[in-house]
């Protein structure tokens, strides 16, 4: 059901509705401000509907890719198969381990190489600026994580 809300308020104000006018003027303020509302929460809705169609078409285009790249690394392994390499030979090793990983072992991975990275830089900035607390900082917050990586308790040396 849609209510007019100009036409409620233009009736409300030429009648005294047995008294109610202000109620009636301020319900009708509170329909106004609902109706934007509304209209905001539309607005958003079409924009995440857009913003979800782009990451599928995105996520459709990688997997493609992914696929692609697997396939590559596939044919790599076959054609090296029988060929002699040195013992230490990396090249068929890196295709098999690619082919072995798992899509979020990868994205781990590549987390935690930002991790490393952005840690690298506030330890560099740190001891430039002789800022000794930020060393000891993020030099415990690496400790820490490694700890928890290995599977060592907090207390443990």
């Known amino acids: 059901m849609s209510i007019d809300i100009d036409k409620l308020e233009a009736l409300a104000k030429r009648t005294s509705m047995w008294g109610q006018a202000s109620t009636i003027i301020a319900l009708i303020a509170r329909l106004r401000e609902a109706e934007r509302g509304r209209d905001a929460y539309e607005d958003m809705a079409h924009g995440m509907s857009a913003d979800l169609t782009t990451m599928g078409e995105e996520r459709d285009a990688l997997a493609a890719h992914v696929e692609r790249l697997t396939s590559a690394l596939v044919k790599i392994d076959t054609d090296l198969e029988?060929?002699?390499?040195?013992?230490?030979?990396?090249?068929?090793?890196?295709?098999?381990?690619?082919?072995?990983?798992?899509?979020?072992?990868?994205?781990a991975r590549l987390k935690a190489r930002w991790q490393v990275e952005v840690l690298q830089h506030m330890l560099g900035r740190a001891r430039r600026n002789g800022d000794r607390a930020v060393v000891d900082a993020v030099e415990e917050s690496i400790a820490i994580e490694l700890r928890r990586q290995a599977g060592i308790g907090e207390g443990a040396p």
Do not use: I
């Not at 002699?84 to 072995?100: G, K, Q």
């Open 82 to 107: 029988g060929r002699n390499f040195l013992e230490d030979s990396s090249l068929r090793d890196t295709c098999r381990e690619a082919l072995a990983d798992t899509p979020t072992n990868s994205l």
